[in-house]
Protein backbone atom coordinates (compact mmCIF):
# COMPACT_ATOMS: atom_id res chain seq x y z
CA UNK A 1 0.00 0.00 0.00
CA UNK A 2 1.44 3.43 -0.25
CA UNK A 3 1.15 6.57 1.30
CA UNK A 4 -1.80 8.25 -0.18
CA UNK A 5 -4.07 5.28 0.45
CA UNK A 6 -2.74 4.64 3.96
CA UNK A 7 -3.32 8.90 4.37
CA UNK A 8 -6.94 8.27 2.93
CA UNK A 9 -8.10 5.16 5.28
CA UNK A 10 -6.35 6.86 8.37
CA UNK A 11 -8.64 9.82 7.56
CA UNK A 12 -11.84 8.05 6.70
CA UNK A 13 -11.39 6.01 9.74
CA UNK A 14 -10.65 9.39 11.89
CA UNK A 15 -13.61 10.59 10.42
CA UNK A 16 -16.08 7.76 11.27
CA UNK A 17 -14.12 7.43 14.86
CA UNK A 18 -15.18 11.19 15.36
CA UNK A 19 -18.42 10.75 14.07
CA UNK A 20 -19.37 7.72 16.39
CA UNK A 21 -17.65 9.63 19.66
CA UNK A 22 -20.20 12.99 18.62
CA UNK A 23 -23.20 10.60 18.95
CA UNK A 24 -21.36 9.54 22.46
CA UNK A 25 -21.12 12.70 23.16
CA UNK A 26 -24.71 13.73 22.28
CA UNK A 27 -26.08 11.23 24.78
CA UNK A 28 -24.42 12.94 27.64
CA UNK A 29 -25.18 16.23 26.53
CA UNK A 30 -28.83 16.29 25.11
CA UNK A 31 -31.51 17.55 27.77
CA UNK A 32 -34.44 14.63 27.53
CA UNK A 33 -34.72 10.92 26.53
CA UNK A 34 -36.61 12.12 23.22
CA UNK A 35 -33.62 14.56 21.83
CA UNK A 36 -30.95 11.88 23.33
CA UNK A 37 -32.44 9.66 20.73
CA UNK A 38 -31.46 11.69 17.99
CA UNK A 39 -27.73 10.85 18.53
CA UNK A 40 -26.72 7.54 18.08
CA UNK A 41 -29.05 6.43 15.03
CA UNK A 42 -26.79 9.60 13.93
CA UNK A 43 -23.10 7.57 14.76
CA UNK A 44 -24.67 4.62 12.84
CA UNK A 45 -25.57 6.11 9.38
CA UNK A 46 -22.35 8.37 8.45
CA UNK A 47 -20.24 7.19 11.16
CA UNK A 48 -20.15 3.72 10.45
CA UNK A 49 -20.18 4.31 7.00
CA UNK A 50 -16.61 5.96 7.10
CA UNK A 51 -15.15 3.24 8.65
CA UNK A 52 -16.99 -0.02 6.28
CA UNK A 53 -15.77 2.14 3.35
CA UNK A 54 -12.25 2.35 5.32
CA UNK A 55 -12.38 -1.16 5.81
CA UNK A 56 -13.48 -1.76 2.13
CA UNK A 57 -11.14 -0.05 0.38
CA UNK A 58 -8.15 -1.67 3.01
CA UNK A 59 -9.22 -5.57 1.76
CA UNK A 60 -9.36 -4.08 -1.91
CA UNK A 61 -5.76 -3.12 -1.75
CA UNK A 62 -4.27 -5.19 1.24
CA UNK A 63 -5.63 -8.54 -0.56
CA UNK A 64 -6.89 -7.20 -3.82
CA UNK A 65 -9.83 -8.69 -3.50
CA UNK A 66 -13.14 -6.94 -3.25
CA UNK A 67 -14.68 -7.71 0.01
CA UNK A 68 -18.43 -6.84 -0.12
CA UNK A 69 -19.67 -7.96 3.37
CA UNK A 70 -19.50 -4.38 4.69
CA UNK A 71 -22.10 -3.41 2.08
CA UNK A 72 -24.39 -5.77 3.48
CA UNK A 73 -23.44 -4.16 7.06
CA UNK A 74 -24.21 -0.95 6.10
CA UNK A 75 -27.80 -2.46 4.46
CA UNK A 76 -28.94 -3.96 8.01
CA UNK A 77 -27.45 -0.73 9.78
CA UNK A 78 -29.73 1.18 7.64
CA UNK A 79 -32.70 -0.85 7.86
CA UNK A 80 -32.75 -1.88 11.97
CA UNK A 81 -31.47 1.99 12.94
CA UNK A 82 -34.77 3.67 11.99
CA UNK A 83 -36.80 0.80 13.38
CA UNK A 84 -34.69 0.76 16.82
CA UNK A 85 -35.47 4.86 17.01
CA UNK A 86 -39.13 4.31 16.33
CA UNK A 87 -39.48 1.85 18.98
CA UNK A 88 -37.66 3.81 21.12
CA UNK A 89 -39.61 6.46 20.67
CA UNK A 90 -43.04 4.77 21.01
CA UNK A 91 -41.42 3.44 24.61
CA UNK A 92 -40.78 7.02 25.82
CA UNK A 93 -44.28 8.09 25.03
CA UNK A 94 -46.02 5.11 27.15
CA UNK A 95 -43.59 5.25 29.50
CA UNK A 96 -44.70 9.21 29.89
CA UNK A 97 -41.03 9.95 30.25
CA UNK A 98 -40.54 13.38 30.80
CA UNK A 99 -39.46 15.79 27.90
CA UNK A 100 -37.80 18.85 28.51
CA UNK A 101 -40.31 22.20 28.94
CA UNK A 102 -39.68 24.02 26.05
CA UNK A 103 -40.48 21.25 23.60
CA UNK A 104 -42.55 22.63 21.17
CA UNK A 105 -46.19 20.67 20.57
CA UNK A 106 -45.63 18.64 23.20
CA UNK A 107 -49.67 17.70 23.56
CA UNK A 108 -48.83 15.69 20.71
CA UNK A 109 -47.59 13.40 22.99
CA UNK A 110 -50.97 12.69 24.11
CA UNK A 111 -52.56 11.62 20.96
CA UNK A 112 -49.43 10.15 19.17
CA UNK A 113 -49.71 7.58 22.15
CA UNK A 114 -53.10 6.22 21.24
CA UNK A 115 -52.38 6.53 17.30
CA UNK A 116 -54.87 9.20 16.91
CA UNK A 117 -55.47 12.13 14.66
CA UNK A 118 -54.35 15.61 15.74
CA UNK A 119 -56.96 17.85 17.63
CA UNK A 120 -56.55 20.47 14.87
CA UNK A 121 -56.67 18.70 12.18
CA UNK A 122 -59.13 20.63 10.71
CA UNK A 123 -56.41 23.39 9.65
CA UNK B 1 -46.16 -20.32 -15.96
CA UNK B 2 -48.71 -21.68 -13.03
CA UNK B 3 -45.99 -24.31 -11.77
CA UNK B 4 -43.43 -21.50 -12.09
CA UNK B 5 -45.62 -19.60 -10.11
CA UNK B 6 -46.39 -22.00 -7.54
CA UNK B 7 -42.63 -23.16 -7.17
CA UNK B 8 -41.17 -19.39 -7.43
CA UNK B 9 -43.92 -17.62 -6.14
CA UNK B 10 -41.56 -14.46 -5.44
CA UNK B 11 -39.03 -14.02 -8.26
CA UNK B 12 -37.45 -10.46 -7.15
CA UNK B 13 -37.52 -11.90 -3.08
CA UNK B 14 -35.88 -14.86 -4.46
CA UNK B 15 -33.06 -13.02 -6.50
CA UNK B 16 -32.32 -10.83 -3.45
CA UNK B 17 -31.89 -13.68 -0.93
CA UNK B 18 -29.79 -15.17 -3.11
CA UNK B 19 -27.18 -12.13 -3.45
CA UNK B 20 -27.70 -11.56 0.09
CA UNK B 21 -26.35 -15.15 0.49
CA UNK B 22 -23.60 -14.83 -2.10
CA UNK B 23 -22.43 -11.54 -0.34
CA UNK B 24 -22.60 -12.73 3.55
CA UNK B 25 -19.93 -16.30 2.30
CA UNK B 26 -17.82 -13.63 -0.30
CA UNK B 27 -17.33 -16.62 -2.64
CA UNK B 28 -19.21 -17.43 -5.60
CA UNK B 29 -18.40 -21.01 -6.00
CA UNK B 30 -20.52 -23.40 -7.51
CA UNK B 31 -21.04 -25.31 -4.18
CA UNK B 32 -22.50 -21.64 -1.95
CA UNK B 33 -23.94 -20.69 -5.91
CA UNK B 34 -26.33 -24.37 -5.43
CA UNK B 35 -27.06 -23.69 -1.82
CA UNK B 36 -28.33 -20.52 -2.11
CA UNK B 37 -30.46 -21.35 -5.17
CA UNK B 38 -31.95 -23.84 -2.75
CA UNK B 39 -32.57 -21.34 0.24
CA UNK B 40 -33.35 -18.38 -2.32
CA UNK B 41 -36.25 -20.99 -3.54
CA UNK B 42 -37.25 -22.92 0.02
CA UNK B 43 -37.60 -19.76 2.17
CA UNK B 44 -40.30 -17.92 -0.04
CA UNK B 45 -42.15 -21.55 -0.20
CA UNK B 46 -41.79 -21.36 3.39
CA UNK B 47 -43.23 -17.85 4.65
CA UNK B 48 -45.81 -17.69 1.52
CA UNK B 49 -48.55 -17.68 4.14
CA UNK B 50 -46.59 -14.77 5.71
CA UNK B 51 -46.62 -12.52 3.30
CA UNK B 52 -48.96 -9.73 2.43
CA UNK B 53 -49.67 -8.08 -0.53
CA UNK B 54 -47.44 -4.74 -1.12
CA UNK B 55 -47.59 -2.10 -3.32
CA UNK B 56 -45.19 -2.45 -6.62
CA UNK B 57 -42.08 -0.62 -7.84
CA UNK B 58 -43.53 1.40 -10.84
CA UNK B 59 -40.59 3.61 -11.39
CA UNK B 60 -37.36 1.84 -10.30
CA UNK B 61 -35.17 4.74 -11.80
CA UNK B 62 -36.61 6.80 -9.55
CA UNK B 63 -36.15 4.82 -6.56
CA UNK B 64 -32.34 4.95 -7.57
CA UNK B 65 -32.16 9.02 -7.46
CA UNK B 66 -34.07 8.77 -4.21
CA UNK B 67 -31.41 6.52 -2.63
CA UNK B 68 -28.23 8.79 -4.22
CA UNK B 69 -30.40 11.91 -3.04
CA UNK B 70 -30.93 10.26 0.35
CA UNK B 71 -27.48 9.24 1.13
CA UNK B 72 -26.07 12.80 0.57
CA UNK B 73 -28.16 13.98 3.02
CA UNK B 74 -27.62 11.83 5.28
CA UNK B 75 -24.00 12.82 5.03
CA UNK B 76 -24.90 16.13 5.10
CA UNK B 77 -27.31 16.48 8.04
CA UNK B 78 -24.99 13.67 10.01
CA UNK B 79 -22.29 16.70 9.96
CA UNK B 80 -25.39 19.09 10.54
CA UNK B 81 -26.41 17.12 13.63
CA UNK B 82 -22.86 16.73 14.77
CA UNK B 83 -22.62 20.57 14.65
CA UNK B 84 -26.00 20.86 17.01
CA UNK B 85 -24.77 18.24 19.53
CA UNK B 86 -21.38 20.16 19.95
CA UNK B 87 -22.57 23.70 20.19
CA UNK B 88 -24.42 25.05 23.11
CA UNK B 89 -27.48 22.71 23.68
CA UNK B 90 -29.31 25.11 25.54
CA UNK B 91 -30.29 27.08 22.33
CA UNK B 92 -31.38 23.44 20.89
CA UNK B 93 -35.61 24.17 20.36
CA UNK B 94 -36.54 20.69 20.15
CA UNK B 95 -40.56 19.98 19.09
CA UNK B 96 -42.57 17.26 17.60
CA UNK B 97 -45.02 18.37 14.75
CA UNK B 98 -48.07 15.85 13.10
CA UNK B 99 -46.90 15.39 9.35
CA UNK B 100 -49.81 15.18 7.36
CA UNK B 101 -49.32 12.35 4.88
CA UNK B 102 -50.19 12.11 1.27
CA UNK B 103 -49.19 8.98 0.35
CA UNK B 104 -51.20 5.56 1.02
CA UNK B 105 -50.06 1.75 1.66
CA UNK B 106 -47.58 0.52 4.04
CA UNK B 107 -44.47 0.15 2.04
CA UNK B 108 -44.12 4.08 0.74
CA UNK B 109 -45.11 4.86 4.26
CA UNK B 110 -42.55 2.63 6.28
CA UNK B 111 -40.37 3.87 3.47
CA UNK B 112 -40.78 7.80 4.52
CA UNK B 113 -41.22 7.03 8.03
CA UNK B 114 -37.03 4.83 7.60
CA UNK B 115 -36.12 8.49 5.48
CA UNK B 116 -37.19 10.78 8.17
CA UNK B 117 -35.37 8.62 11.22
CA UNK B 118 -32.39 8.33 8.82
CA UNK B 119 -31.62 12.26 8.11
CA UNK B 120 -30.74 13.13 10.85
CA UNK B 121 -32.07 15.74 12.84
CA UNK B 122 -35.44 14.50 12.29
CA UNK B 123 -37.25 11.13 14.24
CA UNK B 124 -40.36 9.12 13.21
CA UNK B 125 -42.42 8.64 16.11
CA UNK B 126 -45.57 7.30 15.48
CA UNK B 127 -48.22 7.11 12.80
CA UNK B 128 -51.55 7.52 13.52
CA UNK B 129 -54.22 4.69 13.26
CA UNK B 130 -55.60 6.03 10.10
CA UNK B 131 -52.47 6.25 8.23
CA UNK B 132 -52.96 10.13 7.75
CA UNK B 133 -50.85 11.84 10.57
CA UNK B 134 -47.06 10.90 11.09
CA UNK B 135 -45.96 12.51 14.69
CA UNK B 136 -41.96 13.48 14.03
CA UNK B 137 -39.61 14.15 16.75
CA UNK B 138 -37.37 17.03 15.62
CA UNK B 139 -33.88 18.25 17.69
CA UNK B 140 -33.90 21.68 16.60
CA UNK B 141 -37.59 22.97 14.99
CA UNK B 142 -37.36 26.72 14.69
CA UNK B 143 -40.11 26.58 11.99
CA UNK B 144 -42.80 24.15 11.54
CA UNK B 145 -44.12 24.90 8.30
CA UNK B 146 -40.26 24.96 6.96
CA UNK B 147 -39.81 21.45 7.95
CA UNK B 148 -43.25 20.11 6.81
CA UNK B 149 -42.74 21.57 3.21
CA UNK B 150 -38.78 20.05 3.09
CA UNK B 151 -40.23 16.79 3.89
CA UNK B 152 -43.21 17.08 1.29
CA UNK B 153 -41.00 18.20 -1.74
CA UNK B 154 -38.01 16.29 -0.97
CA UNK B 155 -38.80 12.75 -0.10
CA UNK B 156 -42.76 12.01 -0.23
CA UNK B 157 -43.71 13.42 -3.79
CA UNK B 158 -40.58 11.56 -5.35
CA UNK B 159 -41.92 8.46 -3.15
CA UNK B 160 -45.25 9.08 -4.71
CA UNK B 161 -44.33 9.04 -8.29
CA UNK B 162 -42.06 5.97 -7.22
CA UNK B 163 -45.07 4.23 -6.04
CA UNK B 164 -47.83 6.28 -8.01
CA UNK B 165 -49.94 5.41 -5.49
Redesign the interface.
Known sequence: MNFAIELILSLLLLLGGSLILIGSLGLIRLPDVYTRLHAPTKATTLGMGAILIASMLFTLFDQGSLSVQQLLITLFLFISAPLTGHLLAKTAMHQRLKQIDKTKNADLIEVARDRKAPNHSSD | MSFVRSWLPRPFLSLVLLI?WL??N?AFSLGQILLGLILAMGIPLLTEPLQTQQMAVKRPLKLIKYIMVLMWD??VA??A??KL??GP?KA???????YPLNLTGDLPITLL??T???T??T????????K??L?I?A?D?PN?QALIDEIKQRYETPLKEIFQC
Open positions: VLMNIVNLVAILTLQPGFIAASISLPGLSAEVSKDEWYHLLE
